[in-house]
Nanobody, 122 residues
Framework: QVQLVESGGGLVQAGGSLRLSCAASGRTFSRRAMGWFRQAPGKEREFVAA????????YYADSVKGRFTISRDNAKNTVYLQMSSLKPEDTGVYYCAAAPSIGVVATTPNYWGQGTQVTVSS
């Protein structure tokens, strides 16, 4: 069983930056791929970014490429999402997710966090 707890959300002006964190419980963190998803009001949840178990492989949605960076610290059981050049359309609840591989975490994760709100004002 894996428990995921997100933090770092908040209100930021367009063009600003935020860093989200996701702390994971359990001893299998370093063997799991991790990802971030987001859900805007009235829209379906969408994939944002994923990172492989070693941190060497990353994958991003086209809408965030060049602006967001996903990384992980296996010693701290934590995955991060550094968000820069934020836009109002980045507003939403951001969820952390875990799965056995990067391909699975980007599509059908096994575990989800409770989410953290990010609001970008124009």
């Amino acid at each position: 069983q894996v428990q995921l707890v997100e933090s770092g959300g908040g209100l930021v002006q367009a063009g600003g930056s935020l860093r989200l964190s996701c702390a994971a419980s359990g001893r299998t963190f370093s063997r799991r791929a991790m990802g971030w998803f987001r859900q805007a009001p009235g829209k379906e949840r969408e994939f944002v970014a994923a990172v492989g178990w070693s941190g060497g492989s990353t994958y991003y949605a086209d809408s965030v490429k060049g602006r967001f960076t996903i990384s992980r610290d296996n010693a701290k059981n934590t995955v991060y999402l550094q968000m820069s050049s934020l836009k109002p359309e980045d507003t939403g609840v951001y969820y952390c997710a875990a799965a056995p591989s990067i391909g699975v975490v980007a599509t059908t994760p096994n575990y989800w966090g409770q989410g953290t709100q990010v609001t970008v004002s124009s």
